[in-house]
């Protein structure tokens, strides 16, 4: 078994993507997809291997692959996304998926960006959020529920999504946000504060031990490092202008090497 992850171009069309919370700011395509290449370049540093999706100009979100699928080592759930603009990216996604898991579909009500979910083991704790209702838990709970794993609902302020407010980075320790969510609901885990000054910072991809995270978030990286965590930073600040996160555009998961 090795480590996996989807990823999926930067369209054309990112400049017309869903954006919530932040202001919309003009996005430079050219320096976007650079700034993806490096991502996808961090990540098979790791001993990632990258299964690139193809292009899907059409659909402004499409390189946030994150919010498409859920992928957990017994199967993978093919969420309703919340804005009905990404609801056709989990195609692809679920036609790629399909080599690897067995799939689960949630059916209306549920709507559900699986960027609202942060694992934490054999736990998930899923966003309440404009994206994401409480049929999708509910839902999700059935599914997941039978191969051991347990739902907590969480509800985020001041994003859009669970991930921008806490991501886990292993260890047992929580990266968060403390203005976004109540602590109180990450009961038994450590919970490491972004700095004061950079609110958007709790977000990193934890791959066999090492941390890919923004490069702008100098405090909160500090902080990191003096914990013990090995850091690699990445300049993703032109994806971020379509309010994404360093999660958002890879879908990781152990299986068979090719």
């Given at each position: ?185 990450l009961e038994g885990l450590e919970v490491l ?66």
């Amino acid at each position: 078994m090795s480590l996996h992850a989807v990823t999926r171009p930067v369209s054309a069309s990112l400049g017309q993507c869903e954006i919530t919370f932040i202001e919309r700011e003009p996005i430079d395509v050219a320096l976007a997809r650079a700034q993806h290449a490096a991502y996808e370049r961090a990540l098979e540093d790791l001993g990632v291997t990258i299964i690139r999706l193809p292009p899907a100009d059409s659909l402004p979100d499409a390189v946030f692959v994150e919010d498409a699928a859920l992928v957990l080592d017994e199967l993978a759930v093919i969420p309703i996304m919340g804005a009905l603009s990404r609801r056709p990216e989990v195609v692809e996604v679920a036609r790629c998926l399909s080599s690897y898991r067995t799939l689960h579909h949630l059916t209306a009500p549920a709507t559900l960006d699986c960027g609202d979910i942060m694992q934490v083991e054999q736990t998930l704790y899923v966003g309440v959020t404009a994206r994401t209702n409480r049929a999708a838990i509910t839902q999700l709970q059935s599914i997941v529920g039978p191969v051991g794993y347990r739902v907590i609902p969480i509800v985020p302020t001041g994003c859009l999504h669970l991930k921008s407010a806490c991501t886990y980075l292993g260890r047992g320790v929580v990266l968060a946000n403390p203005d976004w969510i109540d602590l109180t609901l990450l009961e038994g885990l450590e919970v490491l504060p972004v700095a004061p000054d950079e609110p958007f910072a709790a977000n990193a991809v934890e791959v066999a031990g090492t941390l890919l995270y923004a490069s702008d978030f100098p405090e909160t990286q500090a902080a990191m490092e003096q914990a013990g965590f090995d850091v690699v930073p990445v300049d993703t600040a032109e994806l971020r202008k379509a309010e994404s996160a360093m999660t958002c555009m890879s879908l990781l998961f152990e299986a068979e090497a090719a």
